[in-house]
């Protein structure tokens, strides 16, 4: 597969997943427009999240049904055709169900993008492949509220969502004239299975949402989501042909960096975008484009990793990898909640230049390793569990920032707000470190194939 296709995926997956989180220094500006309150505007949030999300599991079947390219175009397209529909939103109801079509869309682009890249590379690319269209996820959160902000200041928030009318044109023609069009083995559509998982997906992440808010609503959608995704779970193990294809939770390599250590450590570093802005805006007084500049710090260190994670994955062996630059990423967590107001900046610029490299490098390798063992047949599955649980893993990280803010004001309620962000970014740095005891349980020799290639 030509590294033009990797770096296609990438640049749709970044549009993708920067609509996240582009919007939230621009809802001012949008509740304005729409004579709302900002707060209201959260739902425009939420519902992109919650439908990503949602809509995730049927993507390997319409792929494996459709094909690739097919699917894949489509997606793009529509991501645009509702880009464009939030662009040009006259009230809230039609803004957020713009949104929710954009989600639906994205549900396709990100897994589908991703599945495109796994079936077509070599295994000895894969390192190199993963570590390329791993980088949106690292950089979209950190750089969508200042590009945001930077927009909405300038311009109009509606050229958020308008410019993505060129990137989308463009890269729907790249992917049909580039992307192969081979369908995957056919089978029948699990209609119980989708219904389950999308209700428990959909419940959970609202339930997550409204936690950290007054008021029992929140814990109770986690029980209905908790109920819902048991049952789901249940149905997917017995189920013939399930939607949400669980077969690849016994390979050791797979249950390591998608199911278990793997999304500990992304809630964890999920949270720090989220509790970050909140310590410089909150806690200092900063204005939101002023902290984005200095979280682009961040965004240099996602950059300057990715020149030398293939290089370092090919010299040293992933056990070694993960356990030192992890303990390095839950060090430099912990280390952005003890930033003060006095704190020079170079300082601080380097804590989150830090903090941004070890979460790529941890990032590339457990993305990477999570499928060096899937065979051919359990991909599509795999991808659509693996994307799933990253979108939940984004929306469960700043839900937990939220948790640790309010239960620091809970227990400390005569202390600043940057003491509270010091105490969240503290329990996100513990969150971190509890996801090393995981790779001691893995052979020494994993990942070996994908430097030989065998």
């Not at 029980?223 to 294809?245: C, F, N, Q, Y």
């Not at 979280?295 to 290089?311: H, V």
């Amino acid at each position: 597969m030509p590294p033009l296709v990797w770096l296609l995926v990438a640049g749709t997956l970044f549009m993708e997943l920067l609509d996240g989180t582009v919007i939230a220094t621009a809802l001012p500006q949008i509740a304005l427009s729409f004579d709302v309150a900002p707060v209201d505007l959260s739902i425009g949030m939420t519902a992109y999240l919650v439908t990503a999300a949602a809509f995730i599991p049927a993507s390997g079947f319409l792929a494996d049904r459709l094909g690739i390219r097919r699917v894949f175009t489509g997606a793009i397209i529509a991501f645009t055709i509702a880009s464009v529909l939030c662009g040009l939103a006259q009230s809230l109801p039609q803004f957020v169900a713009a949104r929710m079509v954009q989600g639906m869309a994205g549900a396709m682009m990100a897994p589908v993008g991703r599945l495109a890249v796994l079936r077509g590379a070599q295994k000895s690319e894969l390192i190199r492949a993963i570590s390329i269209i791993t980088w949106p996820a690292l950089i979209a959160p950190v750089v969508g509220p200042p590009i945001g902000g930077f927009i909405t200041t300038f311009a109009s928030w509606r050229w958020i969502f308008f410019l993505n009318v060129p990137a989308g044109i463009l890269a729907a023609i790249l992917v049909w004239r580039h992307v192969s069009a081979a369908k995957g083995p056919t089978r029948p559509f699990d209609t119980r299975g989708f219904l389950l998982t999308t209700t428990a997906l959909a419940t959970l992440l609202a339930g997550l949402d409204f936690a950290a808010k007054p008021g029992a609503l929140g814990w109770i959608l986690l029980a209905i989501g908790l109920s819902v995704g048991t049952a789901a779970i249940r149905h997917a193990i017995r189920a013939e042909h399930p939607v949400l294809d669980l077969s690849a939770r016994s390979i050791q390599t797979f249950g390591y960096a998608v199911l278990y250590s793997g999304s500990a450590f992304r809630i964890a570093v999920n949270a720090v975008p989220f509790l970050a802005p909140y310590m410089l805006q909150v806690g200092f007084g900063m204005s939101a484009f002023d902290a984005g500049l200095l979280l682009l710090a961040s965004a240099a260190g996602n950059l300057g990793m990715k020149a030398i994670t293939t290089p370092i994955l090919h010299r040293f062996s992933f056990r070694a990898v993960l356990l030192i630059n992890g303990a390095i990423a839950a060090l430099s967590i912990a280390a952005c909640g003890l930033i003060g107001a006095a704190t020079p900046t170079l300082v601080i610029l380097a804590i989150y230049f830090i903090q941004g490299a070890a979460r790529s490098m941890q990032f590339s390798a457990i993305n990477t390793l999570g499928f060096a063992d899937v065979p051919p047949s359990q991909t599509a599955g795999a991808n659509a569990v693996s994307s799933m649980l990253m979108q939940m893993n984004n929306g469960m990280g700043v839900a937990f920032g939220a948790l640790m803010l309010h239960a620091a004001a809970l227990t400390w309620p005569d202390t600043p707000p940057a003491f509270h962000a010091t105490i969240a970014l503290a329990a996100a740095g513990l969150l971190c470190a509890a996801s090393l005891p995981g790779v001691l349980r893995l052979p020494v020799g994993v990942g070996a194939s994908l430097k030989t290639g065998k």
